[in-house]
C-alpha cells in the first residue's frame, strides 16, 4: 500500500476510535454502561442493529460469494420484515413493560432462574464463536493479501474495539456504529462506480446487466422447494424468518440495541427500518460482487484468488502443472472475453436475437469450463498441500479492490473492512459483558454489591471477553463461506432458544420443569442433524435448523408436560 493508503486507513480508524471515547465520557454508572441512556433516535437505532449484523465478513465474503453464485443470497434475508413486525408486536412491549437489561431477565420471571442461565449460556457460547470469527475472518484475509501477520491484525481489530466499548459501553457501541455505517457505505458506492467505470469502452452499467443475465448471476428468485437448497423462497421466509425471530428476539447484541430506545415507538421504528432496509443493503452489495465478476470477465481474472495458496503449489512439486493449468485458462478466458464483447456490439446494435442467444449458449459453456478449470486447480492445490483451505471466494473482492482502485480509495475500502469488524464486534462485547453482568455474575455470585463495583466488572467483563474472542481467532481455521460460518453458528443454537421464548409467550401452561429439559434435548438432537448433514448421511440446509430447533422445544415440552402431569 502506499503512504497515502495508510494514511486514509489510519486517520479514518483514529477518528472513529477518538469520536466513541469522546461522546462518551459522561457514562459513570453501571445502567449507563449496559443499557445506554434510553435516549436513541429510531434511525440511530435502526443504523446500530444494521451496523451489528453488518460484520466485515458481510462485506468481504457477500460479494465473493456473489461472483460465484450470483444473487440468490439476498433470499436469506425475505424472512426478516415478518420477523421484524412479529417482534414488534409481541416481544418489545413485554420488554418495555418489565424494563429488563437483557432478554433473558424475563425467562426467570416466567420459568426458573435455571432456565434463565442456560439460555444466557447458549447466548455467550454461540456469540463468544462469532465474536472470533468476525475478527479472525477479515484479518486472515488482509493478511494473506497484504502480506501483514495474522496474529497482529487479529490483535489490532480487538485492541481498537476493546479501547472504545470499554470506554463508553453500549452508548459507545452506538455512537460508533453511526460513523462506521457512513465509511462502509460510502466505500461500498465508490467500489460499485469503479467497477462500471472501469468495463471496455462502450460497455455500460445495462450491458453489465445482460451479461450477468446469461451468465446465471442475476438469480434472485427461486421458488424451488428443496431441503438441500440453502437460498431459495421458503428457506428464506421459512427458514430465515425463525433465525432472525431468535437473532433479533433473543440474542443480547441486538436487544441491547433496541432497548436503549427513547421510548416503545422509537425502538419499533428502529427495528421495522431495518427490516425494510437491510434487504436492499444485502442486494446492493450481492450486486456489487455481480459488477466484479462481470469486470473479471474482461481483465485478467486469477485462476486461483488466494495468492498464498498459489505461492505454495508454484513451489513445490505440481508448479509445472499449475502452471501449465494457468495457462489453458488464459487462453480461454481470452475467448470468452472477446466474446463477451462480441455479444454486447451485436446486442446494442440489433438487440437480442438468434445470434446474441448462440452467443449466449456458447458463453455459458465456457464458464462451465472455466469453473472445471478453477477446481482442478484446487485439486492441484491439495495434492500439494492437503492442509490447504481451497475457498477462494473470500479473497475476490479484496483482490479487485487491491489491484484496480486508485491510490487513496484502496486506504478507504479497507478502512471499510475495519469499520465493519469493529462495529459488530463492538456490539458483540458488549452484549456478552451485559449478559455475563446481570444474568450470570450479578444474579448468582454478587447480588448486592455497588454500582461502581458492577460498573468495573462490566468493564472486565468486556475485556476479558475480548481476549477470548482474539484467543478463538488465532486458534480458528476457515471454514466454507465466512458469512455462512458466522449464520451456521447461529443456527446451531438461535432454534432452542428461540423455542424456550416461544413456550414463554404462547404456552402458558408450561414451567420451568418441562421447558428446561426440553431445551436441552433440542439443543443435541439440533447438533446431531447437523453433525449427520456435514458428513452427507442427509441433506438439509442449516436455515432449517432454526425451525427445527424452536419446533422440538415445543414438543418435548408438551410431552414432558403431559407425563409430569399424570
Same mark, same amino acid.
Given at each position: =500500500?502506499?503512504?497515502? %493508503?495508510?494514511?486514509?486507513?489510519?486517520?479514518?480508524?483514529?477518528?472513529?476510535?477518538?469520536?466513541? &471515547?469522546?461522546?462518551?465520557?459522561?457514562?459513570?454508572?453501571? $445502567?449507563?454502561?449496559?443499557?445506554?441512556?434510553?435516549?436513541?433516535?429510531?434511525?440511530?437505532?435502526?443504523?446500530?442493529?444494521?451496523?451489528? #449484523?453488518?460484520?466485515?465478513?458481510?462485506?468481504?465474503?457477500?460479494?465473493?460469494?456473489?461472483?460465484?453464485?450470483?444473487?440468490?443470497?439476498?433470499?436469506?434475508?425475505?424472512?426478516?420484515?415478518?420477523?421484524?413486525?412479529?417482534?414488534?408486536?409481541? &416481544?418489545?412491549?413485554?420488554?418495555?413493560?418489565?424494563?429488563?437489561?437483557?432478554?433473558?431477565?424475563? *425467562?426467570?420471571?416466567?420459568? %426458573? *432462574?435455571?432456565?434463565?442461565?442456560?439460555?444466557?449460556?447458549?447466548?455467550?457460547?454461540?456469540?463468544?464463536?462469532?465474536?472470533?470469527?468476525?475478527?479472525?475472518?477479515?484479518?486472515?484475509?488482509?493478511?494473506?493479501?497484504?502480506?501483514?501477520?495474522?496474529?497482529?491484525?487479529? !490483535?489490532?481489530?480487538?485492541?481498537?474495539?476493546?479501547?472504545?466499548?470499554?470506554?463508553?459501553?453500549?452508548?459507545?457501541?452506538?455512537?460508533?456504529?453511526?460513523?462506521?455505517?457512513?465509511?462502509?457505505?460510502?466505500?461500498?458506492?465508490?467500489?460499485?462506480?469503479?467497477?462500471?467505470?472501469?468495463?471496455?469502452?462502450?460497455?455500460?452499467?445495462?450491458?453489465?446487466?445482460?451479461?450477468?443475465?446469461?451468465?446465471?448471476?442475476?438469480?434472485?428468485?427461486?421458488?424451488?422447494?428443496?431441503?438441500?437448497?440453502?437460498?431459495?423462497?421458503?428457506?428464506?421466509?421459512?427458514?430465515?424468518?425463525?433465525?432472525?425471530?431468535? @437473532?433479533?428476539?433473543?440474542? #443480547?447484541?441486538?436487544?441491547?440495541?433496541?432497548?436503549?430506545?427513547?421510548?416503545? /415507538?422509537?425502538?419499533?421504528?428502529?427495528?421495522?427500518?431495518?427490516?425494510?432496509?437491510?434487504?436492499?443493503?444485502?442486494?446492493?452489495? *450481492?450486486?456489487?460482487?455481480?459488477? &466484479?465478476?462481470?469486470?473479471? #470477465?474482461?481483465?485478467?481474472?486469477?485462476?486461483?484468488?488466494?495468492?498464498?495458496?498459489?505461492?505454495?503449489? =508454484?513451489?513445490?512439486?505440481?508448479?509445472?502443472?499449475?502452471?501449465?493449468?494457468?495457462?489453458?485458462?488464459?487462453?480461454?478466458?481470452?475467448?470468452?472475453?472477446?466474446?463477451?464483447?462480441?455479444?454486447?456490439? $451485436?446486442?446494442?446494435?440489433?438487440?437480442?436475437?438468434? $445470434?446474441?442467444?448462440?452467443?449466449?449458449?456458447?458463453?455459458?459453456?465456457?464458464?462451465?469450463?472455466?469453473?472445471? =478449470?478453477? %477446481?482442478?486447480?484446487?485439486?492441484?492445490?491439495?495434492?500439494?498441500?492437503?492442509?490447504?483451505?481451497?475457498?477462494?471466494?473470500? @479473497?475476490?473482492?479484496?483482490?479487485?479492490?487491491?489491484?484496480?482502485?486508485?491510490?487513496?480509495?484502496?486506504?478507504?475500502?479497507?478502512?471499510?473492512?475495519?469499520?465493519?469488524?469493529?462495529?459488530?464486534?463492538?456490539?458483540?462485547?458488549? /452484549? *456478552?459483558?451485559?449478559?455475563?453482568?446481570? %444474568?450470570?455474575?450479578?444474579?448468582?455470585?454478587?447480588?448486592?454489591?455497588?454500582?461502581?463495583?458492577?460498573?468495573?466488572?462490566?468493564?472486565?467483563?468486556?475485556?476479558?471477553?475480548?481476549?477470548?474472542?482474539?484467543?478463538?481467532?488465532?486458534?480458528?481455521?476457515?471454514? $466454507?463461506?465466512?458469512?455462512?460460518?458466522?449464520?451456521?453458528?447461529?443456527?446451531?443454537? @438461535?432454534?432452542?432458544?428461540?423455542?424456550?421464548?416461544? !413456550?414463554?409467550?404462547?404456552?402458558?401452561?408450561?414451567?420451568?420443569?418441562?421447558?428446561?429439559?426440553? /431445551?436441552?434435548?433440542?439443543?443435541?438432537?439440533?447438533?446431531?442433524?447437523?453433525?449427520?448433514?456435514?458428513?452427507?448421511?442427509?441433506?438439509?440446509?442449516?436455515?432449517?435448523?432454526?425451525?427445527?430447533?424452536?419446533?422440538?422445544?415445543? =414438543? !418435548?415440552?408438551?410431552?414432558?408436560?403431559?407425563?409430569?402431569?399424570?
Amino acid at each position: =500500500m502506499s503512504l497515502i %493508503d495508510w494514511i486514509v486507513l489510519c486517520s479514518t480508524l483514529a477518528l472513529i476510535v477518538s469520536y466513541g &471515547v469522546l461522546k462518551t465520557r459522561h457514562v459513570k454508572t453501571s $445502567e449507563s454502561f449496559l443499557r445506554g441512556d434510553g435516549n436513541m433516535q429510531w434511525w440511530l437505532i435502526g443504523i446500530s442493529i444494521m451496523a451489528t #449484523q453488518a460484520s466485515a465478513i458481510t462485506f468481504l465474503s457477500t460479494p465473493g460469494q456473489a461472483y460465484a453464485d450470483g444473487m440468490s443470497f439476498v433470499q436469506f434475508y425475505f424472512g426478516l420484515p415478518l420477523a421484524m413486525i412479529i417482534l414488534c408486536i409481541f &416481544v418489545l412491549p413485554l420488554y418495555y413493560r418489565l424494563k429488563v437489561y437483557t432478554a433473558y431477565e424475563f *425467562l426467570e420471571n416466567r420459568f %426458573d *432462574l435455571k432456565t434463565r442461565t442456560l439460555t444466557s449460556m447458549l447466548f455467550l457460547i454461540q456469540r463468544g464463536l462469532a465474536a472470533g470469527i468476525t475478527i479472525y475472518a477479515p484479518s486472515i484475509i488482509l493478511s494473506t493479501i497484504l502480506g501483514w501477520n495474522l496474529n497482529l491484525t487479529n !490483535v489490532i481489530i480487538g485492541f481498537l474495539v476493546i479501547v472504545y466499548t470499554v470506554a463508553g459501553g453500549t452508548i459507545a457501541v452506538s455512537q460508533t456504529q453511526k460513523q462506521q455505517m457512513i465509511v462502509i457505505m460510502t466505500g461500498m458506492f465508490i467500489a460499485f462506480f469503479f467497477c462500471i467505470s472501469l468495463l471496455p469502452e462502450n460497455t455500460g452499467f445495462g450491458d453489465a446487466m445482460f451479461l450477468a443475465g446469461e451468465t446465471g448471476r442475476l438469480n434472485v428468485i427461486d421458488f424451488n422447494f428443496d431441503l438441500s437448497n440453502r437460498y431459495n423462497v421458503w428457506s428464506g421466509l421459512i427458514g430465515g424468518t425463525f433465525l432472525f425471530l431468535s @437473532y433479533f428476539g433473543t440474542d #443480547q447484541s441486538q436487544v441491547q440495541r433496541y432497548l436503549s430506545g427513547k421510548s416503545l /415507538a422509537e425502538s419499533r421504528m428502529g427495528l421495522m427500518f431495518n427490516g425494510f432496509f437491510k434487504i436492499p443493503m444485502q442486494f446492493f452489495i *450481492l450486486l456489487v460482487g455481480v459488477m &466484479v465478476f462481470i469486470f473479471f #470477465q474482461f481483465k485478467d481474472a486469477p485462476l486461483h484468488y488466494n495468492p498464498a495458496n498459489t505461492s505454495i503449489v =508454484m513451489q513445490s512439486d505440481y508448479g509445472g502443472e499449475f502452471l501449465q493449468l494457468e495457462e489453458d485458462y488464459r487462453l480461454l478466458h481470452d475467448e470468452k472475453s472477446s466474446l463477451m464483447l462480441e455479444y454486447t456490439r $451485436e446486442r446494442q446494435a440489433n438487440g437480442p436475437n438468434q $445470434e446474441t442467444a448462440a452467443m449466449g449458449d456458447r458463453i455459458r459453456e465456457l464458464l462451465a469450463q472455466e469453473t472445471k =478449470m478453477r %477446481d482442478q486447480a484446487k485439486e492441484i492445490i491439495l495434492q500439494a498441500n492437503p492442509t490447504l483451505d481451497t475457498k477462494d471466494t473470500d @479473497y475476490v473482492f479484496i483482490t479487485f479492490v487491491l489491484n484496480y482502485l486508485p491510490v487513496g480509495l484502496i486506504g478507504l475500502l479497507l478502512a471499510v473492512i475495519f469499520s465493519a469488524a469493529m462495529s459488530s464486534t463492538a456490539s458483540e462485547l458488549n /452484549a *456478552l459483558a451485559t449478559t455475563s453482568i446481570v %444474568d450470570i455474575y450479578k444474579r448468582n455470585f454478587a447480588k448486592d454489591k455497588t454500582d461502581g463495583h458492577y460498573l468495573s466488572a462490566s468493564k472486565w467483563f468486556t475485556v476479558l471477553w475480548g481476549l477470548i474472542a482474539l484467543a478463538f481467532a488465532t486458534f480458528a481455521s476457515l471454514f $466454507e463461506n465466512l458469512i455462512q460460518a458466522v449464520n451456521i453458528i447461529g443456527s446451531l443454537f @438461535y432454534g432452542a432458544i428461540l423455542g424456550v421464548f416461544v !413456550v414463554a409467550f404462547f404456552m402458558k401452561h408450561i414451567r420451568g420443569k418441562h421447558v428446561f429439559p426440553a /431445551a436441552l434435548i433440542a439443543e443435541v438432537l439440533v447438533i446431531t442433524i447437523y453433525i449427520l448433514e456435514v458428513n452427507d448421511v442427509i441433506e438439509l440446509s442449516f436455515l432449517w435448523l432454526n425451525l427445527i430447533g424452536c419446533v422440538l422445544v415445543m =414438543m !418435548v415440552s408438551q410431552v414432558l408436560y403431559w407425563l409430569f402431569r399424570k
